[in-house]
């Protein structure tokens, strides 16, 4: 069974209140959105592999580490993931980015990928797919679908808000990847916005409607 962390860093928390807040315009929505996912993209990366190495120092020779192991690849789910980049390559400024980029066919409800772009090197490299929202758990359990279908083998789910309904849905569908939240809210309503949440992720980023 895949593991939730939720997030409870009080910067985490104090951002993710603005974030909420239906008074937070587009600039500092998308300002605040940036901050958090780069707050959360430490716990995220705990687990990156290290090696030895040794080095010069005004000092002297010391030994201590860098990153080794696998490469990062980060795959924002569109559109709304897109707000979530520009925060973790500030944290890892070498991952290349991939993107998927979904809808719901109106008769079925099921997620159609429509487009998907990923690195050359996909077995290669550890995948955080991120999304602001992780609601019915629908487009984020296709999006990992598709990335293991082009061989993936190291994915995370990174996102600022879950209702338990997509947690749960993550879990039976994919129990090898760990889910990272900034909360863990009430339910999902009848149209499947969670609830509080924080509306539309999409729409407050950019400023549509």
Same mark, same amino acid.
């Given at each position: 069974? %895949?593991?939730?962390?939720? #997030?409870? =860093?009080?910067?985490?928390? =104090?951002?993710?209140?603005?974030?909420?807040?239906?008074?937070?315009?587009?600039?500092?929505?998308?300002?605040?959105?940036?901050?958090?996912?780069?707050?959360? $993209?430490?716990?995220?990366?705990?687990?990156? /592999? +290290?090696?030895?190495?040794?080095?010069?120092?005004? #000092?002297?020779?010391?030994?201590?580490?860098?990153? %080794?192991?696998?490469?990062?690849?980060?795959?924002?789910?569109?559109?709304?993931?897109?707000?979530?980049?520009?925060? #973790?390559?500030? +944290?890892?400024?070498?991952?290349?980015?991939?993107?998927?980029?979904?809808?719901?066919?109106?008769?079925?409800?099921?997620?159609?990928?429509?487009?998907?772009?990923?690195?050359?090197?996909?077995?290669?490299?550890? !995948?955080?797919?991120?999304?602001?929202?992780?609601?019915?758990?629908?487009?984020? @359990?296709?999006?990992?679908? !598709?990335?293991? /279908?082009?061989?993936?083998? @190291?994915?995370? !789910?990174?996102? +600022?808000?879950?209702?338990?309904?997509?947690? %749960?849905?993550? /879990?039976?569908?994919?129990?090898?990847?760990?889910?990272?939240?900034?909360?863990?809210?009430?339910?999902?309503?009848?149209? $499947?916005?969670?609830?509080?949440?924080? $509306?539309?992720?999409?729409?407050?980023? !950019?400023?549509?409607?």
């Amino acid at each position: 069974m %895949s593991k939730v962390h939720v #997030m409870d =860093h009080p910067l985490i928390q =104090h951002k993710l209140t603005l974030i909420r807040d239906k008074n937070t315009g587009s600039k500092e929505f998308r300002e605040l959105v940036e901050e958090v996912a780069l707050l959360m $993209g430490y716990e995220v990366t705990r687990d990156i /592999q +290290l090696k030895e190495v040794e080095i010069d120092t005004p #000092m002297g020779k010391a030994k201590t580490k860098v990153i %080794s192991g696998k490469k990062v690849g980060l795959v924002p789910i569109l559109r709304a993931g897109l707000g979530m980049v520009d925060g #973790m390559l500030k +944290l890892i400024p070498a991952a290349k980015v991939g993107h998927i980029g979904l809808y719901r066919d109106p008769e079925t409800l099921e997620p159609v990928e429509y487009y998907c772009k990923l690195p050359s090197d996909v077995e290669e490299r550890d !995948f955080i797919i991120i999304d602001p929202m992780l609601a019915t758990g629908g487009s984020a @359990s296709a999006a990992i679908t !598709f990335l293991k /279908q082009r061989g993936a083998k @190291s994915i995370k !789910f990174v996102c +600022l808000i879950a209702a338990p309904e997509g947690v %749960s849905r993550l /879990q039976e569908d994919h129990p090898d990847v760990d889910i990272f939240v900034a909360a863990l809210d009430e339910k999902l309503n009848e149209d $499947g916005y969670i609830v509080p949440g924080l $509306g539309d992720a999409g729409d407050r980023l !950019f400023g549509t409607k």
